[in-house]
């Protein structure tokens, strides 16, 4: 159920709030299982004859692994902050725009992709942008790296998280999955989990943290979470020098409905 306490994540300035968050998404930010991208991909036929569009795309993480496949992608992001931190790739264009104006051509896309970025956009909007915008032979991926809160390192990075942002919205970031599965413009909409871990020193650890939008980077809560951290790593690394943050990584795929 959505939260009507709280606004929608689309109207908490999701176009620039990531402004000076770029440095860090790019250095501490986990990626996402082949396992995965082998899903997504899965049935297209021949990668370098596809077509994506990586919405919401920050730094290109997502983008470029579309990109290894083959895959010729346009990464859509509005933040001029993460387009200039991206790392380049032959097969990757950033272009400035939104889930809901990605100033694409009509039918010409064969994947949709928004690896953890879905939640940031309106679905009214969106929607029948996406479904615009695909071939009807296409596919819609919305992507997440969810913490695992079975691993007790991971659970206790995700209570430190949720206390120092107080429990914001976006740590509930896969209940906007909803608008999708109860949409009109797509169908048979089917989800797969993968196993990933990301393994970080403190420095590692702290980064991912500050790499989250709604975290503060300053001031006595950030001194507060730098400490919680430290406390957390220390418990934890033992004597191999880093921490495994535990993810399931979710793949939502749909389908364009008919004209």
Not at 43 to 58: H, K, N, V
Not at 142 to 171: C, F, M
Not at 189 to 199: E, G, L, M, T, Y
Not at 224 to 231: P, V
Request: hydrophobic share 35%; charged share 25%; proline share 7%.
């Amino acid at each position: 159920m959505t939260d009507r306490s709280q606004p929608p994540l689309y109207e908490m300035n999701p176009l620039d709030r990531f402004s000076d968050r770029a440095t860090d998404y790019v250095k501490y930010r986990p990626s996402y299982p082949a396992a995965a991208i082998e899903a997504i991909l899965a049935g297209f036929g021949e990668p370098s004859q596809l077509t994506a569009a990586d919405i919401g795309a920050g730094t290109g993480i997502s983008s470029r692994l579309l990109a290894e496949r083959g895959v010729r992608v346009f990464a859509i992001e509005p933040n001029a902050e993460m387009r200039q931190a991206a790392a380049p790739h032959t097969l990757v264009e950033f272009r400035d725009g939104t889930s809901e104006a990605t100033n694409l051509p009509d039918r010409t896309i064969d994947l949709v992709a928004c690896f953890q970025s879905f939640h940031w956009f309106n679905p009214v909007l969106t929607l029948p942008e996406f479904r615009r915008i695909l071939k009807p032979s296409g596919r819609l991926a919305v992507v997440w790296n969810l913490r695992d809160r079975s691993d007790a390192l991971t659970q206790g990075y995700t209570q430190i998280v949720k206390s120092a942002s107080n429990n914001h919205p976006a740590e509930k970031r896969d209940r906007s999955i909803e608008p999708l599965l109860a949409s009109s413009e797509f169908t048979d909409v089917k989800h797969w989990d993968f196993a990933n871990r990301q393994d970080v020193d403190l420095a590692g650890l702290i980064g991912r943290a500050t790499s989250t939008s709604y975290i503060p980077k300053s001031g006595p809560q950030f001194q507060k979470i730098i400490s919680n951290l430290t406390e957390l790593y220390e418990t934890h690394c033992g004597d191999r020098g880093f921490v495994s943050l535990v993810y399931k990584t979710r793949v939502y795929l749909g389908n364009p409905t008919d004209c």
